[in-house]
Nanobody, 123 residues
Framework: QVQLVESGGGLVQPGGSLRLSCAAS????????MGWYRQAPGKQRELVAA???????NYADSVKGRFTISRDNAKNTVYLQMDSLKPEDTAVYYC?????????????????WGQGTQVTVSS
């Protein structure tokens, strides 16, 4: 079994910062891409940022220059540093990972999601 556990959400004033963390644990052979998505009330879930196992990152246009994604492969953990937060960043943030697992004498890729963490930007 594999779990993604997120932490770091909360309430912050506009212009403030938060750092989200997501740690993967369980029966893991390796991890390919990891990323963060968000979903605001009444809106579809959208990609915020993603990072490959080699460290190549990509961002949604709305967060470029304000958010930074990083990962620690030794800890199976991905981070999202969020600076200059705006009220429109308010959403539930979900961690996502493409995890390779050794099962039935072969390696298989599965997609996993975290439980979500609330980020609220408000004065």
């Amino acid at each position: 079994q594999v779990q993604l556990v997120e932490s770091g959400g909360g309430l912050v004033q506009p212009g403030g910062s938060l750092r989200l963390s997501c740690a993967a644990s369980g029966s893991i052979f390796s991890i390919d891409a990891m990323g963060w998505y968000r979903q605001a009330p009444g809106k579809q879930r959208e990609l915020v940022a993603a990072i490959t196992s080699g460290g190549t990152a990509n961002y949604a246009d709305s967060v470029k220059g304000r958010f930074t994604i990083s990962r620690d492969n030794a800890k199976n953990t991905v981070y999202l540093q969020m600076d200059s937060l705006k009220p429109e960043d308010t959403a539930v943030y979900y961690c996502n990972a493409e995890i390779m697992r050794w099962m039935n004498a072969a390696v298989h890729k599965y997609e996993y999601w975290g439980q979500g963490t609330q980020v609220t930007v408000s004065s």
